[in-house]
């Protein structure tokens, strides 16, 4: 295995089965990456959304629910709004490592294919990137 970047039409990507050997299957396969790179980018700035309404929406909610438990005699049930919340926080809390999750693996595989030292795999990645962060960052500001 070369271990310098190459131009080349022929390469094996990830498994064994994913093997390259003519200009029709590298084109594919740059798109495939392609794709994946802009969905590594559209996870990371979902993420982080996500992760920015629960912690607007939380502190107030929290900080109500505080001054009710404390005026109401149900302090200790599972039903009070405290318990409701922290049980919503945990359920957040686990999708928000679900979503972790997936974009670490895309981003392992992103990486492992660009270590195959093939040209156009690593500009279609970098495409990818970079047409994922034209799309996806500007949905952060919207609110």
């Given at each position: 295995m070369a271990m310098h970047f190459i131009f080349s039409d022929t390469v094996v990507l990830l498994f064994d089965f994913w093997s390259v050997h003519s200009p029709a299957g590298m084109a594919l396969s740059v798109l495939v990456l392609?794709?994946?790179a802009v969905l590594?980018?559209?996870?990371?700035?979902?993420?982080?959304?996500?992760?920015?309404?629960v912690l607007v929406n939380l502190p107030t909610s929290i900080s109500q629910q505080?001054?009710?438990?404390?005026?109401?005699?149900?302090?200790?049930?599972?039903?009070?709004?405290?318990?409701?919340?922290?049980?919503?926080?945990y359920l957040c809390h686990f999708?928000?490592?679900?979503?972790?999750v997936i974009q670490v693996v895309i981003g392992y595989f992103i990486?492992?294919?660009?270590?195959?030292y093939n040209t156009w795999i690593f500009l279609?990645?970098?495409?990818?990137?970079?047409?994922?962060?034209?799309l996806a960052y500007p949905l952060l500001s919207t609110a």
């Open positions: 392609l794709l994946l590594y980018e559209g996870i990371k700035v979902g993420k982080a959304k996500l992760l920015h309404q505080t001054i009710a438990e404390t005026d109401g005699d149900s302090a200790g049930s599972d039903s009070s709004p405290v318990g409701r919340t922290h049980h919503r926080w999708g928000q490592s679900l979503i972790h990486m492992l294919a660009v270590m195959s279609g990645v970098v495409l990818g990137s970079a047409v994922g962060y034209y």
